[in-house]
């Protein structure tokens, strides 16, 4: 496998803000210098400690194996991950069927340390191995007209027990606009604390975007498509009025049937007081001009 384990990365690539901008050129001029580590410490302290990979890993949602949250855990195995390939079509220069192993070593492998907020009210911190979602996009070639990605999950009924059931219309699909879909801080996530990503999470490759609500970040990725118009999504074809396309973690604006004020830390415990959730998930100094103009609360 490709995954590679750089110490240099490992908190200079953390989160937010000036970390990840000119991150290649900031990295490759400090590294082995020193500075690296100096840069290394004081990222670290803007970072919440992350979640253990057992939290990680046992509290899921992916509904292909059941609406439960240690159903994923428990079924997931079934989902045979190799051979994997990546249908890239639409408006793209060179679309095709791409080998995941191929995409691989054409990519660079980075660690990510990025909060993670479900529309549910709970959240996590998760060290994310991946690459960034432009890169890949940038291999296949985007077209001028291109104006939104969509992306679909996996829909194997032999390997995915839940999708007998139509809580969701099946494939899972999601959408992000196309300056969302490049900005630097969405990947393609490959792994988790150094380890290929397991099945439960989305192997062996799925999004995040981490200033915007979880079921945003789609698993087990078989196609990406560039296109012209929004594409539609799972979540908003099944209830539009609770999920719409945009989706982005925003305390001031409620669930129809709960408060997205604050959210429960996974791991803090039974009685562990629930903490503010941040505008744009904390990303908000890197994020929020790509929706000036928009009227937030109307986008839900
Ligand atoms: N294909 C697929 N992707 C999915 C989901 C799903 O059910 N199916 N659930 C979404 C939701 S609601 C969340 S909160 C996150 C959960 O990611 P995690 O289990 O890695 O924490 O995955 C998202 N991606
Ligand atoms: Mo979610």
């Known amino acids: 496998m490709a995954h590679r384990w750089t110490n240099t990365l490992t908190y200079a690539d953390v989160t937010p803000r000036a970390a990840f901008l000119n991150r290649r050129q900031v990295m490759a001029g400090l590294a082995g210098s020193g500075l690296a580590a100096m840069a290394g410490r004081a990222q670290a302290e803007a970072v919440p400690e992350p979640n253990s990979w057992e939290e990680i890993t046992s509290y899921n949602n992916y509904y292909e194996f059941?609406?439960?949250?240690?159903?994923?855990?428990?079924y997931a195995h079934t989902l045979k991950t190799e051979p994997w390939s990546v249908k890239i079509d639409g408006l793209v220069d060179r679309p095709g069927e791409y080998d995941f192993q191929d995409i691989l070593s054409?990519?660079?492998?980075?660690?990510?340390?990025y909060r993670f907020r479900c529309v549910e009210a709970w959240s996590m911190v998760v060290p994310w191995n991946g690459f960034e979602l432009a890169d890949l996009l940038n291999m296949?070639?985007?077209?001028?007209?291109?104006?939104?990605?969509?992306?679909?999950?996996?829909?194997?009924?032999?390997?995915?027990p839940g999708v007998a059931y139509p809580v969701l219309d099946w494939p899972y699909r999601e959408g992000l606009r196309l300056?969302?879909?490049?900005?630097?801080?969405?990947?393609?996530?490959?792994?988790?604390?150094?380890?290929?990503?397991?099945?439960?999470?989305?192997?062996?490759?799925?999004?995040?975007?981490?200033?915007?609500?979880?079921?945003?970040?789609?698993?087990s990725i078989v196609r990406i498509t560039l296109t012209e118009d929004e594409p539609p999504t799972s979540w908003n074809m099944a209830n539009p009025r609770?999920?719409?396309?945009?989706?982005?973690?925003?305390?001031?604006?409620?669930?129809?049937?709960?408060?997205?004020?604050?959210?429960?830390?996974?791991g803090g415990?039974?009685?562990?007081?629930?903490?503010?959730?941040?505008?744009?998930n904390g990303y908000e100094s890197d994020v929020a001009s790509l929706y000036d103009?928009?009227?937030?609360?109307?986008?839900?």
């Open 179 to 219: 300056d969302e879909a490049l900005h630097p801080l969405t990947i393609m996530a490959t792994g988790i604390y150094g380890r290929p990503i397991p099945n439960q999470n989305g192997a062996p490759l799925r999004l995040v975007v981490p200033w915007k609500y979880g079921f945003k970040s789609i698993k």
């Open 242 to 266: 609770e999920y719409g396309f945009y989706s982005n973690v925003n305390p001031t604006v409620d669930h129809p049937r709960w408060s997205q004020a604050s959210e429960r830390r996974i």
């Open 66 to 74: 059941g609406t439960r949250k240690d159903d994923p855990a428990k």
């Open 106 to 113: 054409e990519m660079t492998i980075e660690k990510r340390i």
């Open 293 to 300: 103009g928009m009227d937030l609360s109307e986008y839900y």
């Open 140 to 160: 296949a070639g985007v077209q001028e007209g291109a104006k939104y990605v969509a992306f679909e999950t996996a829909l194997r009924p032999d390997e995915m």
């Open 269 to 280: 415990g039974l009685f562990a007081k629930r903490q503010p959730t941040l505008m744009f």
